[in-house]
């Protein structure tokens, strides 16, 4: 097992960065935010994770020792391989993942790319005991934390047919109704009254 490189950065391209140990140039799979802190002429040291397989041997470079934790953790959840543990870490930080995990949030596990709805169900259901609480690391942009009633009557319209595009702007448009104490079957019936109209 390779547990970590160091070297030279001899080059980075958009998925990857070629660190030169002692001659021999080894390529790493990294996620865009890892990538953005290299600099080819420069000496790096990437926590690495091999990924063996019957006709490859792939490196998966990462920031620190956390990221590289978590990916091979959110591996062990079923359906998920190393190229979408990847994708999970490219769009969340480990602790973003640890927070949307334990707040059963899978709205935010949907933003990545080849995760819906039943898969971000599993994750949170097979990691939930697993990956522990936030440990302070780095932080991706958080979004501004939604009102629980917008993702209620969110999902209420997309259950009924209509696109998230549409149900986003519905929602929007009844936002100002809510209220402090917002009744959300009133507030489904209001946006449905405006998909109608439109």
Do not use: N
Not at 39 to 44: L, T
């Amino acid at each position: 097992m390779i547990a970590y490189v160091r070297g030279e950065v001899a080059a980075v391209t958009l998925s990857s960065t070629v660190v030169d140990v002692g001659g021999v140039g080894l390529e790493l799979l990294c996620t865009p935010g890892t990538l953005a802190t290299l600099r080819p002429g420069h000496q790096a040291t990437l926590p690495t994770s091999m990924v063996v397989r019957e006709d490859s041997l792939t490196l998966f470079g990462f920031a620190d020792e956390d990221e590289k934790t978590v990916f091979e953790l959110v591996q062990t959840a079923s359906g998920v391989g190393p190229k979408l543990a990847q994708a999970v870490l490219a769009v969340l930080a480990p602790d973003d993942l640890r927070r949307a995990v334990a707040a059963d949030d899978v709205k935010t596990l949907t933003r990545v790319p080849g995760i819906g709805q039943k898969g971000a169900q599993r994750i949170i259901l097979e990691l939930k005991d697993r990956l522990g609480a936030p440990v302070g690391g780095r932080v991706a942009a958080q979004p501004v934390p939604a009102e629980p009633w917008r993702d209620q009557v969110h999902q209420g319209l997309v259950g009924l047919g209509w696109s998230a595009k549409d149900a986003d702007a519905a929602v929007e448009a009844v936002a100002p109704d809510a209220g402090a104490t917002p009744d959300v079957a009133a507030l489904l019936r209001a946006a449905l009254r405006t998909l109608s109209k439109a």
